[in-house]
């Protein structure tokens, strides 16, 4: 892996981190500005709690060096997350200003994906017949 992909990566997956980790948290306390989103939204309020999990374990999945086949779950779980997001603002005709954080987590989502060390990706094997 070239330095300058190695770089990427990081840079990549730790804003990707830092965003996921902040929103997890921010669900999980069920803070008033969230709360008022997800009932502008239309989802039940459980929701917050299932979001802020799985982003929470997400993160540390997308940073410990093993497990390449639950890092891909993590790695598609924050992108349909956060797409999911995007077009609940969008058919709700909300504000462009409310889809720049998870069109933000998404660009992330997919450059940390893709700029991933070997060690962090699935093997594939292919086979000959």
Not at 8 to 24: E, K, P, V
Not at 99 to 107: D, E, Q, R, S, T
Request: aromatic share 12%; glycine share 6%.
């Amino acid at each position: 892996m070239i330095k300058r992909n190695k770089i990427i990566y990081w840079i990549a997956t730790l804003w990707l981190s830092l965003g996921m980790i902040s929103s997890g948290l921010v669900q999980l306390l069920r803070m008033k500005e969230e709360v008022d989103m997800m009932a502008h939204l239309g989802y039940p309020l459980y929701f917050l709690t299932i979001l802020g999990v799985w982003k929470m374990l997400g993160v540390i999945t997308v940073l410990i060096p093993t497990f390449p086949v639950v890092k891909e779950w993590a790695y598609a779980g924050f992108f349909l997350a956060m797409s999911g997001a995007v077009i609940s603002h969008i058919v709700l005709g909300d504000p462009a200003k409310e889809l720049f954080g998870p069109a933000l987590l998404i660009v992330l989502t997919v450059a940390s994906w893709y700029f991933r060390p070997a060690n962090r990706k699935l093997i594939s094997v292919n086979k000959v017949v």
